[in-house]
DNA sequence: CCATTAAAGGAACTGGAGTCCCGTTATGAG
DNA sequence: CTCATAACGGGACTCCAGTTCCTTTAATGG
């Protein structure tokens, strides 16, 4: 096998060699514009040339930019990512989860970023690099948090081995299974009472690690 | 306001007067085909004109009668849902609670059922008439299962004001989160942990109604 | 076994999502 | 400031999902 033949040679993708000035205005148009459709009119609506329109943007460039709706549904997760809120202290862990459970709540239930959770959720059902997008995502958040899991044990309130990322998926859990197959509204109480099942679970020793009993 | 105009008068949904039969046949093929494609190639392969041809049906049949994908989706749930398995009883909390979360792991980890399952809950998220039927599958379901935690309140197992519903939900939930939120598959051990978690948190009381803690 | 007509199915048609081509703008390097 | 070219943008074009129209098949009632 000969290397070097004029392959069909797929350059840098767009926007990364000269990612300043009207590249970054115009990623941020449509990035404004599709969280607008999203949040106004739901996943269903999300058209790029009625992004491209609203964005005052050419539809050859959101095309050429995204190419499809799970991609740029996929760079609106990245972009929110990186406004990450810093994980809380309260001293307990029941107080540390339900921080984590309030903000959870509060997210699912924005305007914005509630529509957009359940796009993101709904395109990596059927996108692979979108659903990578969001287990990596997930991942981060998650590890964010566990330090506190691990604090709780220091202190004695769970059990050594217990698995903190198992801890706070299990905070997340209940809010997510709610938003998505039921129509009651995400309060938080429901927040509350997510925190006071996994803190209770936790300390009860549901999580730890090597599981043995029967 | 005179009643009786000559309205647009759409007459009775196609299927209904003669349901037996070729129409009773070509249902079922459709939604076989329907359910081989979600399996084999995800939600987002599936298309009506595909779903017609495997199904050996014509494609003006399909759209007449389901007319978009996520109504097709829905169909498909509605038939499962059918198919109900009983709830077995074991004398406690936590053997009930198991044995309902292996059934949720199984069905979930199903080559056919899985995809089905991520597929409607996607279609829920952009379609309110599919999200209306998914919510209507949940509350079923849960109501299903939700007399053992009352046999267990019967025993002392719990609290008597335990919400019997919420103790189903929290069950499921995690399994759902990872199922949607992660790569890693849902295994046994998973089940059994949602189960043990949920039991012991309803021991706690994190689960009684009208809830005065702080 | 007919007659009625609900429902299926073939085929041509249409509209708009996604692509391509190429001229225009303005970024970033020297 | 100047130049090379990355990235944008308008408009024509393509292609196929979804619709329409009409013919054929067979389910149901008598």
Redesign the pocket.
Known sequence: MSAGEPEPEQ?????????????AR??AAVLQAAGDVLAEQGFAHL????VARRA??????V???W???TALVADLLQDMAEQSLPRTETGSLLGDLRANARLVQRTLTDARQGPLFKAVIAAATWDARTAEALHRFYDTRVAEWAPCVRQAADRGEVPEDTDAHEVIRAVSAPLYYRLLTSDVPLDRAAADRAAEAAAAAARAGAYVRHHKRT
């Open positions: 350059g840098p993708e767009p926007g990364t060699v000269r990612p300043g000035g009207r590249t115009v990623r058209d790029l040339g009625d005052q943007v050419g539809r050859t460039t095309y050429r930019r190419g499809t709706v």
